[in-house]
Structures are given as C-alpha cells and as structure tokens.
C-alpha cells in the first residue's frame, strides 16, 4: 500500500487548508484512513480518523474545526482543516488501518503563522 499526500503549506492564524491522502496498491475494503500530526518535540497524535464503513473520530483540538471525510471509490481521504490556529503546525501523516498493518504515507508540514 501507498499513501501520496498533499495540501500542506503556510496559513495565517483563522485560515483554512485541505489535506488530501490517496492510497493506492492492494488494499482491503474494510479499513479506516485518517490523520496524525506531529509537532516538534512532541509525540505523534491522532487527528482524525474515518472508517469505510463512514465512522469518524476526532481529536478533541479539531473538534468543531476539522472535518474528515473521505471517496471510497478512489481510496481517497481528505481533512478540511478551518479556524487553524499556530498549535496546528506540525509535520501532518496520512494513515490507513487494515487488518495487516497501519501504512503510513509521507509527512506534509502545515505551518500556522502571521
């Protein structure tokens, strides 16, 4: 499995970025794709997380500010990331969860800064 992420970049404090993730490879139908992000100094943390069966879990930081939402059809997860503030930043992972393993794509890094 492989994982191709984009959308990092640098955002203003209350400004928007959307993370897309594409997975590609042989992949089993039932899995869950989703978001980690570490920031400097810090341990890796989920963000946000949904299966394909469509249950979702949020951090409580992005609650009420990140969405997760993802196309099955094109093994494709995205994070639509509002009201970023400058604890955001942090080099952001694209995760996908199968009953073999979590694969992990690379890191794209979302800086939150004025």
């Known amino acids: 499995v492989q994982l191709q992420a984009s959308g990092g970049g640098l955002v203003q404090p209350g400004g928007s970025l959307r993370l897309s993730c594409a997975a590609s490879?042989?992949?089993?139908?039932?899995?869950?794709m989703g978001w980690y992000r570490q920031a400097p100094g810090k341990q890796r943390e989920l963000v946000a997380a949904?299966?394909?069966?469509?249950?979702?879990n949020y951090a409580d930081s992005a609650k009420g500010r990140f969405t997760i939402s993802r196309d099955n059809a094109k093994n494709t997860v995205y994070l639509q990331m509002d009201s970023l503030k400058p604890e955001d930043t942090a080099v952001y992972y694209c995760?996908?969860?199968?009953?073999?393993?979590?694969?992990w794509g690379q890191g794209t890094l979302v800086t939150v800064s004025s």
């Open positions: 995760n996908l969860r199968d009953r073999i393993k979590d694969w």
């Open positions: 490879g042989s992949i089993f139908s039932r899995n869950a």
């Open positions: 949904r299966t394909s069966g469509g249950s979702t």
